[in-house]
C-alpha cells in the first residue's frame, strides 16, 4: 500500500481531530513507522519535556508495508518520551491494529495535549472523533476491547487500550491491542494513561492500495516468502515453539540471566521451556500449549495460545482465567520464571495474563520482582513491607504480586516504580539489572558479550529488538560470531541497529530477519514505495534513524556514561556454563563503538557523521 500520505493530528487538550498531508520529503528519508513517526516527533517535542507533562507527544504510526500481502506486514510502532526511561521510545505491536489503521487511510495518528477527562479515539476510514471514556476507566484491557466492540457493533473494529497500569501510573504500562499483543516496553502505555487516553477503536473499509509497482511486489513477496518458508528457524521453530524455543538453548549456553543476574544457568529451565508447554501436565493431562497464533498477514505464526491448568492455585475458583489465550512468549517466560528463580509454568503464565488484562510489560515487572526478591533475600526489604515472604523461586509471590501491581494496592506500588527506581529508594541502585533504568530481557551478557554492547547502547533503554545479535553470536545467522569474545562486535552491534532500524519503519516484524537480510526486503519496498529505494538508500536511512534518536538523548541529557551495564555484570564472573569465569567487556567495546559510528569519545556523532547522514 504504500503510504496512504495522510496523518490524523488530535489535541486531547482541545478536543480536536484534523488530516493533514504526509510530510513525503521526510517519507523519503525515514521511510516510515518508526523512523518516520520519530522525525516527528524529535521535530514537535523538546527533548528535555518531562513524560508525562501534557506537551510530550505520542504518535502511533504504521509503516508502508504495513497493511499489504508482505509476509508480517501487520506493524505499527508508538512513538514517544518513554515514562520509565526518559529516552525516546519507539514499542511496536503486532496483532491486527495496524493493518486497520491503514485501512482506514491514515499513516500515523499524532496525540499532543492532555484531554481533561478520560476519552477514547475512535476511527472509521475518513471520520475521526473523541469520545467520552468514563464508563471505560478504571476498566482492564480485556473489558475496554469487549465494550468497545459492542458499543460499535462492529466485531473488525480493532481496539488498542490501556488498563489500570496505564491509569495508575505503573511507569512501565503498555498499549495492548487485540487482547494479549503489545506495544510494551519502556512506559509508552504510562504516557497514554497521562493523557487520559483510554483507547483507540479503528474501522477501516478501503483495503490496501496505492502500490507503486503491484506485479513487481507480488513477484518480490512471493520470493521473500519462500525464503521464509524454507528457513528452518521461520517455518519449523518458531512456529512450534515460539520465541520459547529459545530456553534451553540460552541456559545451555550459559546465557540465561537467573535470580536477578546472580547466576547464568536456571535448574528449572527445562520446567518453563517451549518444549515444556507442549508435554502433558500430570495435574490435569493436559498440554498448556493449545495452538499457535499469527499476527495479521504473516506466514510465521509464532505466537503462543495457552490454556492453564484449572486446579492450579493461581486460578482456583476463578473461571475468567481458565479460557485459551496470548503466552507465554521466551521473554515473558524468562523474565517471571528465571529472573525469580520461579519454575512454575502455570504460575508464569498467570502473571503473563495479568500483565496483558492489566496493560503492563512483563519483562520489567518481573525483573523489578526479581530485584525486590535479592532486597529481600539481603535483609533490606522485610516481610512486613512487602506483605508477604518472597524469597527467590517463591510462584505464590509472584501471582500475588502480579495483583496488586497495576491496582497500586501495597508493595504493587512500589513494584510498579520498575527497578531503577525500586532499588534507589531502598539504598541499592547497582542491583537494578538494566541501562537507562529499562530492564534487561532474557541474555546474560557474560555469556552473549555482543549483547552487553548492544544493550548499553540502546536508545530505548536496555532491549533485545534494537540490535539482536544474539542472531549472529548464538544462531549464526547471518554469519557465526563467537559469543565469549569482544573482538569484532564493534561493528556487528552496528549493523544489527542499522538494519534493524530499517525493518521496524518498513511495518514488517523483526522476527523475519531469522530468515531475511536486507536484500529480502528491498525489493519489496522498492516495487511498494516511489522514490527508488536501493540497497544503499536503506543502509543509510537505517544509520541515520539510529543517530537521529541518538542526537534526541544526547539533548535530553544522556552521556556515555549512561551507554554502560551495571556492576555485577562487570565485576562478577559468570559461575557456571561455557561463561564461567568471564565479565562483559563493556568497557572495550565502547569506544570501538563509537569509532565504527563516526562519534567522538563522548559518544556524540562528529560533524562529518551528521553531514553523511543529512542530519
Ligand atoms: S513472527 Fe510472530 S510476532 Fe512476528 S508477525 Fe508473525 S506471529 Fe506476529
Known amino acids: 500500500m504504500g503510504w496512504t500520505k495522510k496523518v490524523l493530528r488530535v489535541d486531547l487538550t482541545k478536543g480536536t481531530c484534523k488530516s493533514e498531508p504526509l510530510n513525503m520529503k521526510w517519507a523519503q528519508e525515514y521511510l516510515g513507522q518508526r523512523g518516520l513517526a520519530t522525525k516527528y516527533f524529535v521535530e514537535e517535542v523538546d527533548p528535555k519535556v518531562d513524560p508525562l507533562a501534557p506537551a510530550n507527544k505520542l504518535i ?60 477514547y479515539l475512535a476511527i472509521e476510514d475518513d471520520k475521526a472523533e473523541l469520545r467520552d471514556a468514563a464508563h471505560l476507566w478504571g476498566k482492564t ?34 498499549i495492548v491491542n487485540d487482547l494479549h499483543r503489545a506495544a510494551g516496553r519502556s512506559g509508552v502505555g504510562t504516557v497514554m494513561g497521562s493523557k487520559n ?10 483495503g490496501a492500495g496505492g502500490i507503486k509497482d503491484g506485479k513487481a511486489f507480488m ?60 508435554e502433558k501436565r500430570p495435574t490435569d493431562g493436559k498440554a498448556q500449549l493449545v495452538t499457535n497464533a499469527a499476527c495479521f498477514g504473516c506466514t510465521i505464526a509464532c505466537g503462543r495460545i495457552s490454556k492453564m491448568d484449572e486446579g492450579h492455585f493461581s486460578v482456583v475458583n476463578k473461571p475468567e482465567y481458565w479460557g485459551a489465550s496470548g503466552g507465554l512468549e521466551y521473554e515473558a517466560a524468562w523474565a517471571l520464571g528465571a529472573a525469580n528463580g520461579v519454575g512454575d509454568l502455570e504460575a508464569l503464565q498467570y502473571a503473563n495474563l495479568i500483565c496483558n488484562e492489566d496493560g503492563y510489560d512483563p519483562i520489567t515487572f518481573g525483573a523489578t520482582v526479581g530485584a525486590a526478591m535479592e532486597l529481600y533475600d539481603l535483609g533490606i526489604l522485610k516481610k512486613e513491607q512487602i506483605g508477604m515472604e518472597a524469597p527467590f523461586g517463591s510462584a505464590q509471590a509472584l501471582v500475588k504480586l502480579s495483583e496488586m501491581t497495576a491496582k497500586g494496592e501495597g508493595f504493587g506500588k512500589e513494584l510498579g516504580l520498575g527497578s531503577a527506581r525500586l532499588c534507589a529508594k531502598y539504598g541499592k541502585p547497582e542491583l537494578s539489572m538494566g541501562v537507562k533504568k529499562q530492564e534487561f530481557p532474557a541474555y546474560d551478557s557474560r555469556g552473549i558479550q555482543g549483547m552487553g554492547l548492544a544493550y548499553a547502547t540502546s ?9 539482536y545479535t544474539v542472531a549472529s553470536e548464538v544462531l549464526g545467522i547471518p554469519v557465526k560470531t563467537d559469543p565469549l569474545v569482544t573482538e569484532g562486535k564493534a561493528d556487528l552491534v552496528k549493523a ?8 521496524d519503519s518498513a511495518g514488517v516484524c523483526v522476527f523475519t530477519t531469522f530468515a531475511w537480510t536486507l536484500a529480502d526486503l528491498q525489493p519489496q519496498l522498492d516495487a511498494a514505495c516511489e522514490g527508488g529505494w536501493s540497497m544503499e538508500k536503506l543502509a543509510l536511512v537505517g544509520e541515520r534513524i539510529w543517530n537521529m534518536e541518538r542526537l534526541f538523548n544526547n539533548a535530553a541529557g544522556f552521556t556515555a556514561k549512561d551507554d554502560d551495564l551495571p556492576p555485577r555484570l562487570k565485576t562478577e564472573p559468570a559461575k557456571t556454563g561455557p561463561a564461567k569465569g568471564l565479565v562483559n567487556g563493556i568497557d572495550k567495546m565502547r569506544p570501538e563503538y563509537y569509532k565504527a559510528r563516526g562519534w567522538d569519545e563522548k559518544g556524540v556523532p562528529s560533524k562529518d557523521t551528521l553531514k553523511r547522514l543529512g542530519l
Open 60 to 119: 502511533m504510526a504504521t509503516g508502508p508495508l504495513t497493511g499489504t500481502m508482505a509476509s508480517t506486514g501487520g506493524r505499527y510502532s508508538v512513538i514517544t518520551k518513554g515514562a520509565l526511561t526518559g529516552a525516546i521510545a519507539c514499542s511496536n505491536s503486532g496483532g491486527y491494529f495496524g493493518a486497520e489503521m491503514k485501512f482506514a487511510g491514515w499513516d500515523m495518528v499524532i496525540f499532543e495535549g492532555k484531554s481533561p477527562k478520560p476519552v
Open 141 to 174: 484491557v480485556w473489558q475496554t476491547e469487549e465494550i468497545i466492540k459492542k458499543t460499535h457493533q462492529d466485531p473488525q473494529t480493532r481496539v488498542c487500550s490501556i488498563g489500570r497500569a496505564g491509569e495508575n501510573g505503573v511507569m512501565y504500562a503498555c
Open 197 to 206: 487516553l483510554k483507547a483507540v477503536a479503528i474501522r477501516g473499509t478501503k
Open 219 to 278: 513477484k518480490a513477496t512471493v520470493a521473500a516468502k519462500k525464503v521464509l518458508a524454507e528457513n528452518a528457524v521461520t517455518s519449523q521453530g518458531l512456529p512450534t515453539y515460539g520465541t520459547q524455543v529459545l530456553m534451553n538453548v540460552i541456559n545451555e549456553m550459559g546465557a540465561l540471566p537467573t535470580r536477578n543476574h546472580r547466576d547464568v544457568q536456571f535448574e528449572d529451565a527445562r520446567k518453563i521451556s517451549g518444549e515444556a508447554m507442549h
Open 459 to 467: 536508545n530505548r533503554g536496555a532491549c533485545h529488538l534494537r540490535g
Open 496 to 503: 544489527f541497529q542499522d538494519a534493524t532500524s530499517v525493518f
